[in-house]
């Protein structure tokens, strides 16, 4: 926990204390020691990577889908180590960590970083571009209402908005909250018993995946609505991403609209893995699981404790529950802590994506943006672990530069 009153004057204030931001911290600490007194990190939790176990817990994910040199510590080959001792716990095919080993490394990187203080806990509610001694500088707010000023802010704040369907928009009828929820409000933990329940889960991504198998051990009946072919892919975005292979022609696009095209056909949509499809065939084979495949939810209606779901070619089906596992998408202009910045500095927006510099900055000023905002920079894994990586570098040789490194009042 953090010991100390919040500073009035910082100089680098990251916003968000999951994996982006400490693959950040641990960067610049590696190449800059001296750092380490003129940063502070933000988050309502008050602790490193809650949100992370909070997904991962909720949806009772057993293992990571990205290989074990991703993580946030700057040497690779650190988890691989880490886990010398608990082989057992790096999944086939490409060592997938398991959630409780990733968890306990990155429980290892903030020791040996010593990071364990270094999380405020608060919630940033704005970040106001001001003019402090006349010179530009962010007046980051809290939402109790206490303030700093930084010269420099990074959001890492894995800002992503749930896709909600149409048809959800239009449900007239009142209905019980539990019994429509994305994903992202599904926590398997606090529900102990589904059977005698029909659920229906809506996408054809990891997510659907994950929930269907927790809801299947619950005692449930699962239908999978799949708008296309239920897809299997080892990762979400080919590992071509991740190196010169593919991010060369990324980079050479000069178009950012084609560069948005692009990262959309990388993602392409929900996949999951080979080993999930083996359960998830395996339950459909056993008669617990159904899975409806290039069909699509037209509306909904809650009457008599139940849900009246009308799919396309003239089906409607009752259900208990449905879960939204639609995925997230990034939207600058939906998030809270942009709005000011992008007053002043303003870039343009490619569907909803912010055109940043090669730093990561929003041109002009000194707000650096990581996750799956800065996609149009780093490319389709922007939001993964490798993307936090790959904005790190960028981000690091901004942040460090001697010039930059000057006291608080000076530049
Ligand atoms: C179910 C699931 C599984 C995934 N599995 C993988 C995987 O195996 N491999 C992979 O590479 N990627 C995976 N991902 C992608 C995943 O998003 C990243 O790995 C990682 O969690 C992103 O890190 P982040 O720091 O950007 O976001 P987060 O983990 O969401 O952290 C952001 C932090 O910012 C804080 N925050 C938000 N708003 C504010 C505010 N206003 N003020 C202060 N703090 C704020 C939040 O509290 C949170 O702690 C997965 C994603 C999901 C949803």
Not at 93 to 110: A, H, I, K, Q
Not at 366 to 384: S, T
Not at 396 to 401: D, G, R, T
Request: hydrophobic share 40%; with cysteine; aromatic share 8%.
């Amino acid at each position: 926990m953090f010991d100390r009153p919040l500073p009035s004057l910082i100089d680098l204030a990251i916003v968000g204390a999951g994996p982006q931001a400490l693959t950040l911290v641990t960067h610049i600490l590696q190449k800059r020691q001296k750092f380490r007194n003129r940063f502070m990190v933000l988050d309502p939790s008050g602790t490193w990577l809650e949100q992370w176990r909070h997904q991962f817990k909720a949806q009772e994910i057993p293992h990571l889908r990205s290989p074990a040199v991703h993580h946030p510590d700057p040497d690779p080959y650190s988890l691989r180590r880490f886990a010398e001792n608990r082989s057992m716990e790096l999944f086939p095919p490409y060592d997938l960590p398991g959630t409780e080993l990733f968890e306990d490394f990155c429980g290892e990187v903030v020791k040996k970083w010593e990071l364990t203080d270094r999380v405020y806990p608060g919630k940033v509610s704005q970040v106001l571009p001001i003019q402090w001694s006349q010179k530009p500088r962010f007046q980051i707010v809290l939402t109790d209402g206490s303030s700093l000023i930084a010269r420099r802010v990074v959001l890492a704040t894995g800002a992503a908005v749930p896709n909600i369907p149409q048809w959800v928009e239009e449900i007239r009828t009142p209905y019980p909250p539990s019994s429509l929820c994305h994903s992202q409000q599904v926590d398997l933990r606090l529900i102990k018993d589904l059977s005698g329940e029909d659920i229906v889960i809506v996408g054809g991504g990891l997510t659907s995946g994950h929930l269907a198998m927790g809801a299947l051990k619950r005692g449930a009946m699962v239908t999978l609505v799949v708008r296309r072919q239920l897809r299997e892919r080892l990762f979400d975005a080919e590992p071509g991403w991740l190196g010169p292979k593919y991010l060369k022609g990324f980079e050479g696009e000069d178009c950012w609209y084609g560069r948005w095209e692009m990262i959309k056909q990388a993602r392409d949509g929900g996949s999951v893995t080979p080993a999930l499809m083996l359960q998830l065939r395996r339950a459909a084979r056993q008669g617990k699981l159904r899975i409806l495949e290039n069909t699509e939810i037209l509306g909904a209606v809650w009457k008599d404790e139940q849900w009246r779901v009308r799919l396309n070619g003239e089906v409607s089906l009752m259900f208990n529950r449905i879960w939204l596992a639609t995925g997230t998408q990034f939207n600058g202009h939906e998030d809270n802590l942009l709005t000011d910045v992008l007053r002043i500095y303003r870039t343009e927006m490619i569907n909803g994506l912010p055109v940043l510099d090669e730093n990561l900055r929003i041109p002009g000023s000194q707000c650096f943006i990581m996750g799956g905002l800065a996609a149009l920079i780093v490319g389709p894994v922007a939001r993964n672990l490798s993307g936090g990586r790959m904005a790190s570098d960028r981000l690091v040789k901004a942040i460090i530069k001697p010039n930059t490194m000057l006291p608080l009042g000076i530049s």
